[in-house]
């Protein structure tokens, strides 16, 4: 979750636009991208799982899988960086990747 709230630190001080706004506390992330709505990500560690609320794609909960070293959807398969890197290219008119895989490495 900590390299994920960095690359969107990042992403947002680059936009520089005041209405964009990403928080973290106890485990909850809140991106804030105004008129383009707010996400909300989840760590559940008991479960190993992460819940998303994703003002387009709505609420999805993410498991983590060993094999692909990755948070799948298991609706779809989808890694849930895949889902965000694609939506916020989207909404914010650019190109977004957020580096969300290899999991393990980023062990906080």
Not at 25 to 51: M, R
Not at 83 to 91: G, I, K, M, P, Q
Request: hydrophobic fraction near 30%.
């Amino acid at each position: 979750m900590d390299s994920l709230l960095e690359s969107l630190e990042v992403l947002l001080d680059d936009i520089a636009n005041p209405e964009y706004e990403v928080e973290y506390h106890s485990g909850v992330l809140t991106l804030d991208l105004g008129q383009h709505g707010t996400y909300v990500i989840n760590k559940q560690p008991p479960n190993k799982q992460i819940w998303l609320s994703s003002p387009l794609s709505g609420p999805k909960r993410y498991d983590y899988s060993e094999d692909q070293d990755d948070w799948i959807y298991s609706r779809d398969q989808r890694g849930l960086g895949d889902l965000l890197n694609e939506e916020l290219t989207n909404a914010l008119g650019q190109k977004v990747d957020l580096q969300v895989s290899n999991v393990s490495s980023k062990v906080e």
